[in-house]
């Protein structure tokens, strides 16, 4: 098939008759999804409010996503390659899905960000993505992501895509016509609400003739190619799009299990995301660092109370084995979770009862990753219990409950999730205020002496009670040693955490430029708060000089080049802080003991408690239960 950088060939939008037969006489088997794959509207069912689409995923979906090991460039083969991993090693312990994460349509895509430069799309004569041909090759000849499907399907497991919500904006460009009506791409666009981070799409607008159908159109393609999932990108908040999305896909003629991307949902929408979504994202993208780990706790509790069969909140992808391999962030790597931290993740997932969508890549996997995800008595919480909830959190020491409904028992989850204080802000030669859209010029000239300082730790934290972007740059930042001034990042960073992966030099996390007031800079570190970066001084060295402030990607203001109409409001503030000593406060005890008293579970007496990790039995208790649990560790048990 010909391709232009803009546009590729046709493709033959199958009917649901044209599906295999072996998936045909697998409906018919399942009796209970046919009256859920007509094209019908929702309604109520009679189970306690629950919808059709819920019985879809009844359970937390499980399954494998691209996005933490490939980013936007995984291809064909290692598709298969986590396919065949799955099928061999996971289904048997319920996991089943494959998915395909973001811009799959692409030729020329690129790790550590996206190319946004001159990215080659690939798309139908309607304005649909069809996948790249040189990193999907089996999609020739219009059959798309059918023989990917296929391939899944024939090995017990479910096929899923990520896509962005909107039109393309080549298609607006194009001026493309919406299949099976009068109506072109440029009738039912809007610039307004544009994705701020990849402008591949415009926003559709649910008030013009023809934006329905358009979302159709997508989801008839994708159920002729098979599909059984899809995560819709860019999605949350956007009440109008997600209900198109809704409707287009119980009107697709096949049962596609919906998931709403990214972070930014509110509890407050709850009731709507139950009656539109099997699943929404809870936080932004979640990495391997306890950084990203802490906030999950607050983030899950506050969710618990709205998640059920068929409806899931979602706190993100396992960013578990090996990642990294051609990501957004960071390097090829393990998992940068410790162990103790790893059973944390897996058990607050399992308890929460999250969907598990895992990231590493599963043919690398090691044999303790293999272990995490393959413990049944785990699996089992995350699959079955009812009720999961925080019953308390002291001192950062926290534990949660959930009931097993089958046998009447109830399972308890510890954590401790103390921490050394990692900023002291008492300890600090220099602190901003709190930097906003609102300050002038988004920045602040930093101008200290350091005489004598052997050490230099420039932080970046943020106000935790505002819910945005925590994006900063240190620009052109100096030590002077005599009469010579050299550059900081001439300097190897000892260590650098980061709310995102690890800062960078001289560009930002997507490789944009580093940008404050709508100046760009060539030179400077652009970090994620929290971020504490540590370095070495050379003797000698005096001052430390540098600008710091918001970076620009995160700004919710337009500057020059871009339209005005098409930035979307993103929030963004930051606080700069400077030491020359350890930032850090005293370190808590390596382990904690954790008490639980039986009434606070609503049970009395005397119990029996099992360890689910190891399976071991730790005998019989009275009335409370304590539980030894290492620093950001945890404890799972069922107690008989």
């Known amino acids: 098939m010909k391709t232009n950088p803009h546009f590729a060939g046709k493709v033959i939008t199958r009917p649901l008759l044209n599906i ?3 998936t045909f006489l697998f409906i018919l088997i399942a009796g209970s999804l046919v009256l859920f794959t007509q094209c ?20 937390p979906p499980m399954g494998w996503n691209s996005w933490d090991s490939y ?21 048997k312990f319920g996991w089943q899905y494959i998915i395909i994460d973001i811009r799959w349509y692409v030729e020329n895509d690129k790790s550590g960000g996206y190319n946004e430069v001159d990215p080659r799309y690939v798309m139908d004569e309607y304005g649909r993505y069809l996948p790249a041909l040189n990193r999907f090759p089996s999609a020739a000849n219009g059959k798309g992501f059918k023989p990917i499907a296929d391939y899944i399907h024939g090995k017990g497991l479910k096929f899923g895509i990520h896509m962005m919500r909107g039109i393309p904006v080549i298609a607006v460009k194009q001026n493309t016509p919406v299949l099976g009506t009068n109506v072109k791409a440029s009738d039912i666009y809007s610039p307004l609400g544009q994705c701020g981070w990849l402008r591949d799409n415009y926003t559709i607008d649910s008030q013009k003739e023809g934006a329905q159908a358009y979302y159709n159109s997508l989801f008839q393609l994708y159920a002729s190619w098979g599909l059984d999932f899809v995560k819709v990108d860019d999605l949350s908040g956007r009440l109008p799009e997600i ?41 932004g993208d979640f990495w391997d660092n306890w950084p990203q780990m802490k906030p999950q706790f607050a983030s899950c509790a506050s969710w618990a109370a709205f998640t059920g069969d068929g409806h899931f909140a979602d706190a993100d992808m396992l960013p578990l084995g090996k990642i990294g391999l051609r990501a957004e962030r960071g390097a090829p790597r393990m998992s940068g979770f410790t162990k103790d931290e790893q059973y944390s993740l897996m058990s607050l997932f399992a308890i929460f009862r999250s969907p598990l969508m895992f990231g590493g890549d599963l043919p690398s996997n090691d044999a303790f990753t293999l272990s995490l995800i393959t413990n049944k008595d785990v699996l089992y919480v995350n699959q079955h219990s009812k009720n999961g909830k925080q019953v308390f959190r002291e001192s950062d020491l926290i534990a949660w409950s959930a009931d097993d409904p089958k046998q009447g028992d109830k399972f308890v989850a510890l954590f401790n999730a103390q921490d050394q204080i990692p900023i002291d802000t008492t300890k600090a030669v220099y602190k901003s205020n709190l930097i906003t859209q609102d ?44 009469k010579k001034t050299i ?16 800062p960078i030099l001289n560009a930002t996390a997507r490789g944009g430029k580093l940008t404050i007031g709508g100046k760009e800079y060539k ?75 039986f009434d606070q579970l609503g049970l009395t007496g005397t119990h029996t408690v099992t360890d689910l990790w190891t399976g071991e039995k730790l005998g019989k208790f009275t009335n409370e239960f304590t539980g030894t649990i290492n620093r950001h560790g945890a404890g799972l048990y069922r107690i008989h």
Not at 53 to 59: L, S, Y
Not at 254 to 273: H, W
Not at 466 to 474: P, Q
Request: charged content about 20%; some cysteine.
């Open 523 to 597: 030179n400077g570190i652009s970090a994620n708060a929290t971020s504490i970066i540590e370095y070495d001084l050379p003797v000698g060295v005096t001052r430390f000089k540098t600008k710091a402030g918001l970076d620009n990607g995160a700004s919710a203001i337009s500057y020059p080049g871009q339209d005005p109409n098409s930035q979307r409001v993103r929030q963004n503030n930051a606080k700069f802080l400077v030491f020359i000593e350890d930032p850090a406060g005293p370190v808590p005890t390596e382990t904690a003991a954790i008490n639980v008293k």
């Open 40 to 59: 019908q509207t929702n309604k109520n069912s009679t189970e306690a409010g629950a919808l059709p689409f819920h019985k879809w995923a009844p359970t």
């Open 487 to 502: 550059n900081l990042t001439d300097l190897k960073w000892v260590k650098a955490p980061a709310g995102r992966g690890e």
């Open 439 to 482: 300050t002038p010029e988004q920045a602040v000239d930093i101008d200290i002496d350091v005489t004598g300082a052997r050490k230099l730790y420039l932080v970046v934290t943020y106000d935790e009670g505002v819910r945005a972007s925590h994006n900063a740059d240190w620009i052109e930042p100096t030590l002077t040693i005599g």
């Open 71 to 91: 980013g936007p460039t995984v291809v064909e083969d290692e598709v298969k390659a986590n396919a065949d991993y799955m099928a061999k090693y996971l289904k």
């Open 243 to 283: 209900e198109m999305v809704r409707k287009a896909i119980d009107n697709c003629g096949r049962p596609i299990v919906l998931s709403i991307s990214p972070g930014g949902n509110q509890t407050s929408q709850a009731d709507f995301l139950f009656k539109n979504a099997n699943m929404w994202r809870t936080t």
């Open 20 to 22: 295999s037969l072996r």
